[in-house]
């Protein structure tokens, strides 16, 4: 099964003590899928709203995945209404392919129902960025790793928190860690996103429709 460039790197982030992982917005499976393949943890959860989807994600795992050794959940429902109190152990929520508006959405109900679970997430945004790293930010959660990905021209954040506070690592409102590059090609894609971005929220700020110049000068103190 061919993964895509995103995908792969959520998958390495993925750590090994995990009870359950809850593949969220699953479209059709494939993250999930992978996880399955590589036992990531005893418990594979694929969760879409999309019942479509759903059904033949389940038909999928039915006919290929009887036996694994990990086991796996089918969810039709909305991701800001996961039963994790229902599942005992460890629990790690990815959350990748819709607005960083909507996963905000998401973790912030997720965490108000469940405060003294102590949850990972992984988070990889479309859009909207800056938005989820506020939410982060406010919650005090703690980060544990960041990455920038760069797929068909396309940029992706992939941000690896905890919803328990980590005074030595705090979530950035615009990143840290994901702007140190470790090669000449990571330098470049790294330039290349901080350039577009910056671009991007200058239009909207010339446009005088929205207030973002908090947003403009946040990215603009980035020292690459």
Known sequence: MKLSKRLQQIVQLVESHYTH?????????????????????????FVDIVEPLVVAVESKLQQFYSESLSAWHVHCLDVAQLPLDKHAGKHLVI????????????????????????????????????????????????LKDEILVKENHRFYEVIF????????????????KLWQADSPEQAFVIKDYLDKTLNHYKRIQQGNKKDVTQIVECYQSIAL
């Open 95 to 142: 959350i990748a392919g819709v607005g960083g508006d909507l996963i905000a959405a998401f973790v912030q109900s997720i965490h108000e129902q469940f405060p003294e679970l102590d949850i990972d997430f992984i988070l990889c945004p479309v859009h909207h960025q800056f938005k989820l790293r506020q939410v982060l930010n406010q919650r005090n959660f703690g």
């Open 21 to 45: 992982i809850w593949d969220c917005c699953c479209d059709h499976g494939l993250l999930g899928t992978a996880l399955l393949e590589e036992q990531a943890a005893p418990n594979i959860h």
């Open 161 to 176: 928190v905890s919803s328990q506070p980590n005074l030595n690592a705090k979530v950035s409102l615009v990143g840290e």
